[in-house]
């Protein structure tokens, strides 16, 4: 069943959302948890991925400091990876429904496979055939020739591979032998599914599990099944006799990965007791504890030779090399009930730490900062706009800092987050993005004509989404506004300030990463920031940014204003009596005061001799004055004179709209503000 795909990444009818992660510029450690390990042993190189998203290179002889380089394009979990052709290349699945073939030795993604519809949990290795199989959610198994992957190209990147199909429930485990004749898969169905690879024939079904099946394990020639099970057992099956030899019985909890040596005759369990055991496959009561970890274990990756050895990965993110010694086995029955055995090493010979993931958030009021804590206890600050953290504030408490943090100010939501990954992705989308507009002067921007502020009265406003766009998109060329002369030529030499793109007031860092997503999908383009004007990411940049984006970052369109109904009647104090009730509508920023103004003015017919009285009458004085500091005047002169109150709480003039109707009025309908003149009496 051969069928054939074509790998392009243009945009599709569905939504587009941009996000962004707000990260170190080289992330040295895996937060959230590793789930997959591959040791090449010639040399000396460990290859983790996890949860974070990202691979990471590790030289094992340099323990100081094993750190040697990371492998990013995954946008989501990476559930596995197998290392094939001698250690050239690398192979990778993951939850953002890719497959991908990466140059192990340079570092480099070389092709994305996007065949699977769903998370790719599990991929399989048929070593003498260079055959890799991959299999996730979608309940499809494909088989990848690996010499037709490593020859793919950006412009030649059809592919052909075969399918198996059967499986009723997302697949969690696979595995093929050496030769490539048998392949096995593990599911939430509890059964092991086993077919032929080279006829793509099904060939049996076990049942025994009472569990998920999430890790498996066969023989060189294809006869023998090893199975760990959400269950807690390790079956051994015989794939002649169709049925399960032996249950192992040395975890209490979930077996979540296995590895047995090349002969077959002893099988490594890990999971989430915690425990790693080797067990005797030819006697299953023979066994000896390998292990003790502090987070239950993710995989493990055997080592054979003089000194064989596990690499042990946890859900903790620390990678840990541990020593097999060859112990003599001990039978389960000697074992004393009252004491735990004890494990044949007390401690690795090699551990590669860790980082801390961030596990809460939250957004603060001002929809700008987002206060974190992470798996260490330490709370931090984090500025979304500039895609930065702020500060770090160490282990305080989380809820009074948040308590502490709190303005009397509503902004609308703009953006969401989470932190799948251990750090914060933030997502933008078309509906919510550009609701943010704030004061500019508040937030410390200064006035600009940068094309983001409209050129009216409301011209100290700006909108966090629109900036940030403008930001993300800085180093695309379609962004960069040039000097162009009638006949399409840019005129005289352009300086690096000229093509900047972006707006005038704050950067992200080049290495944040930037994606464009189908909305609760696949991921269409993941770039760095600053590789915006590369050639490749430019066409594809073409091809993927939704026109929601392009309306604000190239062609410079100003978002609309939110706005607000209310009624505005005089107070029942105020002695004024109550006219027909005007349903009244202003941008959601607007601030009392200028409520005020328009009441003093027009409602009361104040305002118009307002720029004398201040002047004290000089005429001359007041023709020097500037249109905003007359404005000022106005407005100074009406808050003396007037005041606003809804739900009879006197307002402060600085807030705006959108707060008092969050904060005051506090229930649905239109707003409703009353005014009243102050000290009427005098």
């Known amino acids: 069943m051969a069928s054939h795909h074509r790998q392009s990444s243009g945009t599709s009818r569905k939504k587009v959302q941009v996000s962004f992660v707000i990260r170190d510029e080289v992330e040295r450690c895996h937060r959230s948890g590793v789930n997959a390990l591959q040791f090449d042993q010639s040399l000396n190189r460990l290859y983790s991925a996890g949860r974070d998203s990202i691979i990471r290179i590790w030289n094992t002889k340099n323990t100081k400091d094993p750190y040697f380089q990371s492998m990013e394009h995954h946008t989501d979990w990476v559930n596995d990876v197998v290392l094939c052709c001698g250690g050239r290349t690398l192979i990778s699945a993951s939850s953002d429904t890719t497959v991908k073939v990466w140059n192990a030795h340079k570092g480099f993604c070389m092709s994305t496979l996007r065949t699977h519809k769903d998370y790719v949990k599990a991929l399989a290795y048929a070593k003498d055939k260079e055959q890799v199989a991959s299999a996730g959610l979608d309940r499809a198994i494909f088989l990848w020739d690996v010499n037709t992957l490593t020859a793919l190209t950006a412009s030649n990147n059809t592919v052909t591979t075969s399918s198996l199909n059967g499986n009723k429930d997302s697949i969690y485990s696979l595995a093929m032998n050496q030769p490539g004749t048998v392949i096995v898969s593990g599911s939430t169905e509890k059964v092991l599914r086993v077919w032929d690879p080279r006829t793509c024939q099904k060939l049996m079904k076990l049942k025994g599990h009472s569990d998920n099946v999430k890790a498996l394990v066969l023989n060189r020639d294809g006869t023998q099944c090893l199975s760990g099970s959400s269950d807690g057992t390790v079956r051994l099956w015989s794939l002649g006799q169709q049925r399960c030899v032996a249950t192992i019985r040395v975890h209490d909890e979930g077996v979540w990965a296995l590895q047995a040596n090349e002969n077959f005759t002893t099988v490594y369990s890990g999971g989430r007791d915690r425990r790693v055991w080797a067990t005797d496959i030819r006697n299953t009561e023979s066994r000896s504890l390998i292990c003790e970890e502090r987070a239950p274990v993710l995989k493990l990756e055997l080592v054979q030779g003089e000194q064989p050895s596990l690499w042990v990965a946890t859900t903790d993110s620390s990678i840990k090399n541990w020593p097999i010694k060859s112990k003599p086995m001990r039978m389960s029955g000697d074992y004393d009930n009252d004491h735990d055995p004890i494990p044949t090493s007390a401690t690795p010979d090699f551990t590669i730490r860790g980082g801390a993931s961030i596990r809460q958030y939250h957004v603060l009021n001002d929809k700008r900062y987002v206060l974190t804590k992470d798996t260490d206890n330490v709370v931090a600050l984090y500025d979304v706009l500039t895609a930065r953290k ?161 309306d604000i970052t190239v062609d410079k369109n100003i978002p609309k204003f939110n706005k607000i109904p209310f009624f505005l009647q005089p107070h029942s104090s105020s002695g004024i009596k109550s006219l027909k009730k005007d349903r009244l509508s202003a941008n959601d920023v607007l601030q009392v005061r200028k409520v005020i103004e328009h009441v003093y003015e027009k409602v009361m017919g104040q305002g118009s001799d307002a720029g004398s009285q201040t002047a004290g009458g000089n005429n001359s004085n007041s023709q020097e004055k500037s249109e905003t500091e007359k404005e000022e005047d106005i407005a100074s002169i009406a808050e003396e004179k007037v005041e606003l109150l809804c739900n009879d709480q006197v307002l402060d003039p600085t807030m705006d709209l959108r707060t008092v109707k969050h904060f005051i009025w506090k229930q649905g309908g239109d707003l409703t503000l009353h005014y009243r003149p102050i000290n009427i009496g005098k």
């Open 390 to 550: 702020a500060e770090d504030l160490g282990q305080v408490d989380f809820e009074s800092e948040i308590k502490k943090k709190l303005k009397v100010v509503y902004i609308p939501n703009w953006f969401s987050v989470d932190l799948k990954t251990g750090m914060l992705t933030v997502h933008l989308e078309e509906t919510d993005c550009f609701a943010a507009w704030v004061s500019a002067k508040e937030v410390g921007m200064g006035q600009s004509n940068d094309g983001l502020d409209p050129k009216s009265r409301f011209n100290s406003y700006v909108n966090f989404g629109g900036l940030l766009l403008q930001a993300l998109l800085e180093h695309w060329p379609r962004t960069h506004t040039y000097d162009v002369s009638e006949n399409g030529e840019v005129n005289g030499a352009i300086t690096e300030g000229e093509k900047r793109g972006g707006n005038p007031y704050f950067s992200v860092p080049g290495h944040t990463p930037v994606i464009f997503s189908e909305l609760g999908g696949r991921t269409l383009f993941r770039l760095l920031c600053r590789d915006a004007g590369g050639d490749q990411e430019q066409m594809l940049l073409n091809e993927t940014v939704p026109s929601w984006v392009v």
